[in-house]
């Protein structure tokens, strides 16, 4: 069988089955991405794949983890001030990215910011469920943070071993973290240009 060079590959042959499978997948097929968009690749290659490769083996294995939070807390210091989702710049309010109605923190780590427009069109959707909605996949910075929070939650809940068919209810749609990455082409590492 003759490889596909893209995200989806591996993706349809591989059996995600509990949880922590998924959140695991989902993350290194970021580690991936992010390293693609860096390189400025219109589409993955052999290194891009290597570093899913390794990062996923380590998650699943516990030899390795994912980046602190307090990493992505520094980067609101650098990062331009913008709504996280459509990059305006005037009335940013502060936005839940996992929404406390839904059973997300109240917790700086959980704050982004958002325009007035995003922040009321989202309400208490989840993340990834109103930005389908608008055919839009998210920064990668973004859902960086987001990943971290979910599993944080199931962690949390102990839930990261269950099975994906018998997940309790959690407050971000499981169904929605992506298992597939579109082409590095296609994807942005944060909302406005960086430098």
Request: hydrophobic letters at 45%; one cysteine or more; charged letters at 20%.
């Amino acid at each position: 069988m003759r490889r596909r060079e893209d995200a989806s590959y591996d993706a349809d042959i591989m059996e995600i089955v509990t949880v922590g499978q998924l959140l695991n997948w989902s993350y290194a097929n970021l580690a991936m991405a992010h390293a693609a968009v860096m390189d400025n690749a219109q589409r993955y290659g052999p290194k891009h794949f290597m570093i899913r490769s390794r990062l996923h083996t380590g998650l699943n294995k516990g030899t390795m983890a994912m980046g602190a939070l307090a990493d992505d807390e520094r980067l609101k210091m650098v990062l331009p001030q913008a709504c996280c989702y459509c990059g305006a710049q005037e009335r940013l309010s502060v936005d839940h990215l996992i929404p406390t109605k839904r059973g997300g923190a109240n917790i700086g780590e959980n704050f982004v910011w958002a325009c007035g427009a995003c922040n009321s069109s989202k309400g208490a959707q989840d993340m990834l469920g109103w930005l389908a909605g608008r055919n839009e996949f998210p920064a990668l910075l973004l859902l960086r943070r987001y990943l971290k929070l979910a599993v944080g939650i199931c962690e949390a809940r102990q839930v990261m071993e269950i099975p994906l068919h018998s997940v309790p209810a959690l407050p971000f749609e499981l169904e929605r973290v992506p298992r597939r990455y579109p082409p590095p082409s296609q994807l942005r590492l944060w909302v406005v240009p960086l430098g």
